[in-house]
């Protein structure tokens, strides 16, 4: 999905083209029909050849997957979650994205979340 996002549509070899490692083309389709048949991506044929294209924003996307990681690793525990997020980093978060979690955090501690 994130290949097809980046490029705004794609063929199965244009994906297996920018997915690192070597790849199997036979994968790569499967997993393409299986995002399709979940409502992710749909495709048109030009000359014989599929090009797949997102159906959903990447926002939903997101948020679908990271539903889907919230509720298989940590059970709907979102502190949890987020510790685990933020210990993996590693990365020195900027001012502005210190105050955007505060935010959140003051917002639903407020709203008794």
Do not use: W
């Given at each position: 999905?994130?290949?097809?996002y980046q490029l ?106």
């Open positions: 999905m994130e290949v097809i705004g549509e794609a063929t199965a070899v244009e994906v297996m083209d920018n997915l690192p490692g070597k790849t199997v083309n036979a994968t790569v389709r499967t997993m393409l029909s299986v995002l399709e048949e979940k409502g992710y991506l749909s495709h048109r044929r030009e000359k014989g050849t599929y090009i797949y294209s997102p159906t959903i924003p990447l926002s939903k996307a997101r948020r679908s997957a990271l539903d889907h990681v919230m509720e298989t690793f940590f059970k709907g525990a979102e502190a949890s979650a987020a510790i685990a997020i933020l210990k993996k980093s590693e990365a020195t978060l900027s001012e502005r994205e210190v105050k955007m979690i505060l935010d959140v955090i003051g917002k639903t501690r407020k709203e008794g979340r």
